[in-house]
């Protein structure tokens, strides 16, 4: 059974420009959630996707936002970048009904930004 | 609100001691508790949990136990091994009001380095 996948697993960007990364949940997972994970800030909560919709949004400005597709996939956007933003970013799935159990987690995608 | 607070690191123990990683933490509602592990490199991994007071969760011969009564859920081992060494973070999830199933709420983790 294939794991949670993200892509890009590294890149760079500049200050100001903008950045889409990507991830594909466990087959059958249909809730997805991102998390920002920094030295300073440790794992924050970004968001969570449930069937396409956005049920769960953590304290994040504008900038960050995210979707999710009808096949589960979810891709998360970060506007106009600031160097604050470097982080590693992760991503975890799970079936998204019944009672708290196991986010799955991708190995992240590392974004720098200059 | 909720959070997790979990004893600073780095931790360095030699192989075969014991581990103790202390976590605490504040739920409006009735958490669901899990340790998560991060190898070098990867993402997180769940290690353990438990879902209600007086549960002990275990795996991989860690184990830790739900205590209401201190609000803790401290982790523990009875002889770390050098592939233990990884990054260890505490969780809760509350499924109370305004919370949901993908939204865990993580202590700041502590880096675990065994010697040989």
């Known amino acids: 059974k294939a794991g949670v996948t993200q892509t890009p697993r590294y890149l760079i960007k500049t200050r100001g420009q903008q950045v889409t990364l990507s991830c594909s949940p466990i087959s059958g997972h249909r809730s997805v959630s991102w998390y920002q994970q920094t030295p300073g800030q440790g794992l924050q909560f970004l968001f969570e996707y449930f069937s396409e919709t956005q049920r769960n949004k953590g304290n994040f400005p504008g900038r960050f936002s995210g979707r999710q597709f009808s096949n589960s996939r979810s891709e998360m956007n970060v506007s106009t970048l600031e160097l604050g933003d470097s982080a590693l970013y992760l991503c975890a799935s799970t079936l998204g009904t019944g009672v708290a159990g196991e986010l799955f987690f991708g190995e992240g995608s590392r974004l720098t930004v200059l | 609100g909720n959070s997790v607070t979990q004893m600073e690191g780095p931790v360095t123990l030699s192989e075969e001691a014991f581990l103790t990683i202390n976590c605490t933490y504040t739920?409006?509602?009735?958490?669901?508790l899990f340790w998560y592990v991060q190898y070098p490199g990867e993402g997180l991994q769940l290690l353990l949990k438990?879902?209600?007071?007086?549960d002990k969760g275990s795996n991989k011969g860690f184990e830790a136990t739900y205590r209401k009564e201190t609000t803790s859920f401290h982790l523990e081992k009875g002889s770390v091994q050098v592939s233990d060494s990884a990054v260890y973070f505490c969780a809760l999830s509350d499924l109370g009001r305004g919370s949901t199933l993908g939204r865990l709420y993580f202590g700041r983790g502590t880096q675990l380095t065994v010697w040989p």
């Open positions: 438990a879902t209600k007071a007086d």
């Open positions: 739920a409006t509602g009735y958490p669901s």
